[in-house]
């Protein structure tokens, strides 16, 4: 079992920044994959950004929408994934996600959720 624990939501003119932060506790060493999700009122859930468990850093995905704006990175030590989201527009209005998923046996988990409101 994977618990996530989200924390940073809250409201920000347009233009502003927020971070979101992640931790996980329980079974994180199968967790292979971390990333953020939205969902706005009306519409389904979307990726936002991933980030792999591997070396280096790991891997990364953004949503097209995102690129350029929103950076997800992650501090092993202290078992968080962090996403640093610039230029919000008030399109970003959502609920974020935290997710984890875990190999080899692919259980995706999912934390409470943060809103984010972004004002015009």
Known sequence: QVQLVESGGGLVQAGGS??????????IFSINRMGWYRQ?????????????????G????YADSVKG????????????????????????????????VTYP??????GQGTQVTVSS
């Open 18 to 27: 927020l971070r979101l932060s992640c931790a996980a506790s329980g079974s």
């Open 40 to 56: 706005a009122p009306g519409n389904q859930r979307e990726l936002v950004a991933t980030i792999t468990s591997g070396g280096s």
């Open 58 to 61: 790991g891997r990364t995905n």
């Open 69 to 100: 704006r929103f950076t997800i990175s992650r501090d092993n030590a202290k078992n968080t994934v962090y996403l640093q989201m610039n230029s919000l527009k008030p399109e970003d209005t959502a609920v974020y996600y935290c997710n984890a």
């Open 105 to 110: 046996t692919m259980v995706n988990y999912w």
